[in-house]
Nanobody, 121 residues
Framework: QVHLVESGGGLVQAGGSLRLSCTAS????????MGWYRQAPGKERELVAT???????NYVDSMKGRFTISRDNAKNTVYLQMNSLKPEDTAVYYC???????????????WGQGTQVAVSS
């Protein structure tokens, strides 16, 4: 079993910054892509950014320049640095990871429980 635990959310004023972390634990062979999604009240979950095990990143256009995704493979952790936050960034932020199992090497996608980010105007 694999567990993803996010941290770093909270309340911040518009223009402020937050850094989210998500660490994978459990028994697995490897972690491939990791990513961040978010879900605002009354809206569908949307992609924020992804990062491969080699460090190649992909961002939703609206978040380019403000958000930076990174990872530490030795710590099985992915980060999301969020700068110049806006009230519309308010959402629950979820991380995910594509994990290869120890025995079969099959890939499964796991999700964290989410961390709340609230940006006040």
């Amino acid at each position: 079993q694999v567990h993803l635990v996010e941290s770093g959310g909270g309340l911040v004023q518009a223009g402020g910054s937050l850094r989210l972390s998500c660490t994978a634990s459990g028994s697995f062979f490897s972690i491939n892509d990791m990513g961040w999604y978010r879900q605002a009240p009354g809206k569908e979950r949307e992609l924020v950014a992804t990062i491969t095990s080699g460090g190649r990143t992909n961002y939703v256009d609206s978040m380019k320049g403000r958000f930076t995704i990174s990872r530490d493979n030795a710590k099985n952790t992915v980060y999301l640095q969020m700068n110049s936050l806006k009230p519309e960034d308010t959402a629950v932020y979820y991380c995910n990871a594509d994990v290869a199992t120890t025995v079969s090497r099959r890939m499964y996608r796991y999700w964290g429980q989410g961390t709340q980010v609230a940006v006040s105007s």
